[in-house]
């Protein structure tokens, strides 16, 4: 399935007719992580500012020492490191407009927003703020600019006391270790964020009050080594219409990465969904990149509470994403499941248990989750909530078989629907929309 990307931590999975049924033992683990030095940083950072020499003159950036969340150190090393993409479906076969899962949200005009990476003190960013760009009309005239504070880990560990369940049994103990070598690494989100910040300095050229945030699972704790990098580039502070004002956009964007960034961006192409995207590649990785979905960055930052209030979550979350990809039930452009529902399909199933293991984080901490929250005051939301503590002491390897349990003979898809808000399985809707759905996702 991953060719030739073991130097990734990637499974290199065995031809369909080669598979076994026992997932677990048949992966490879403890696959040793491959870290970019410091010295291919420096040499991506040149080849990005050589692909747009031709429009200004790039003042040399040294890479300062970042930490990003929970992941555990990585030991750089000048050791050449070669990397092999993911196998992709053709553009070609798959229709643009496929259907994929459907999520209700309780707050769609949301506008909550924040910077998406933690940034060291000397490289914040201001907010966006009102953009007034030339070809939209701008209503929201409010002025927001100002200076974001880095996101702090207050709350939770620094990455070297990080702790990670104890495995009493030979399944949790596979679980632990597949989420070891699995899981996304600092050094993966650095390569990401270099990214990020050459972007954002490119599209500032065109778009100039413009941002460009780094979203999805490459920061809410559930990456893995392989996860594609989601972006959403914020123009504006309002709500921008996804069928004229963010293709005509995102049609800039392409434009620019196919003209003056073709050195540096590989194979831009403008998918006409309903919230289009642009998709690309760097040198290393595929990204996505979205206009004004707002919603999506505030989601980055619940889920990542999530993801490190209780330090069962993470593990699970992999185990199952791997899972799932290993059956290619995990690609919701080909009308399964997407790796955002089956996070919340773990969480959901973590907070129905007899003795819970998660809560819910929206009625519990309202204020910390309020869709009118203050833009710049989003990305405190994990800072505020302190650690779950459950009376619930299962293992990794009977939480798993609880999941597939719960899912395939307690769970009622006929007439349930998943809410991690509420905590519970709540009455599926019979409105149009939720018709004819095998799995429903609020």
Not at 11 to 29: C, G
Not at 129 to 154: A, E, M, N, Y
Not at 277 to 290: A, E, G, W
């Amino acid at each position: 399935m991953f060719p030739n990307s073991s130097s990734l931590g990637r499974p290199p999975f065995p031809p369909k007719h080669q598979q076994r049924r026992n997932f677990i033992n048949k992966l490879p683990l403890n696959v040793p992580p491959t870290p970019l030095s410091h010295q291919q940083i420096i040499d991506a950072q040149f080849n990005f500012q050589n692909a747009v020499g031709n429009l200004v003159t790039i003042p040399a950036v040294t890479p300062q020492p970042m930490t990003y969340g929970n992941d555990s150190p990585v030991h750089t090393s000048n050791t050449p490191v070669s990397f092999q993409g993911r196998k992709r479906v053709c553009e070609q076969s798959v229709p643009h407009d496929i259907k994929r899962q459907r999520f209700q949200s309780h707050c769609p005009e949301a506008t909550v927003v924040n910077q998406a990476v933690p940034l060291p003190e000397q490289r914040r960013y201001s907010f966006p703020g009102s953009v007034q760009f030339p070809l939209l009309p701008v209503h929201h005239k409010q002025d927001l600019t100002g200076c974001i504070p880095p996101l702090r880990d207050t709350l939770f560990p620094h990455p070297t006391e990080t702790t990670l369940p104890v495995a009493k049994d030979k399944l949790s103990q596979q679980v632990l270790d597949l989420f070891q070598s699995y899981r996304q690494q600092t050094c993966d989100l650095n390569r990401k964020e270099l990214c990020r910040t050459e972007l954002q300095r490119e599209i500032q050229r065109i778009l100039p009050q413009s941002r460009l945030f780094l979203v999805g699972s490459s920061l809410n704790g559930f990456g893995t080594r392989s996860s594609d990098g989601d972006l959403c580039l914020v123009v504006k502070e309002g709500p921008v219409n996804q069928k004229t004002e963010a293709r005509h956009i995102l049609s800039l964007v392409q434009k620019l990465f196919s003209t003056k960034l073709c050195n540096y961006i590989e194979r831009p192409q403008l998918i006409r969904a309903k919230v289009p995207i642009v998709k690309f590649r760097d040198k290393v990785r595929q990204f996505d990149l979205n206009v004004n979905n707002v919603v999506g960055i505030r989601n980055t930052f619940l889920l990542r509470t999530y993801a490190y209030i209780e330090n069962r979550v993470r593990p699970l979350v992999l185990v199952v994403k791997k899972w799932a990809s290993f059956h290619d039930i995990n690609d919701a452009s080909r009308g399964t499941l997407s790796s955002y529902s089956l996070v919340l399909m773990v969480l959901h199933y973590l907070q129905t248990l007899p003795e819970p293991i998660l809560p819910s984080l929206q009625k519990n901490y309202p204020e910390s989750f309020d869709p009118t929250m203050q833009l710049h005051l989003v990305h405190q939301a994990p800072c505020t909530i302190p650690p779950y503590h459950s009376k619930n002491g299962s293992g990794l390897g009977d939480l798993l078989i609880g999941f597939f349990k719960y899912y395939a003979t307690e769970f009622d898809w006929s007439h349930q629907m998943i809410s991690v808000r509420e905590a519970k399985a709540i009455p599926r809707p019979d409105s149009t929309e939720w018709r004819n759905k095998f799995i429903c996702v609020e």
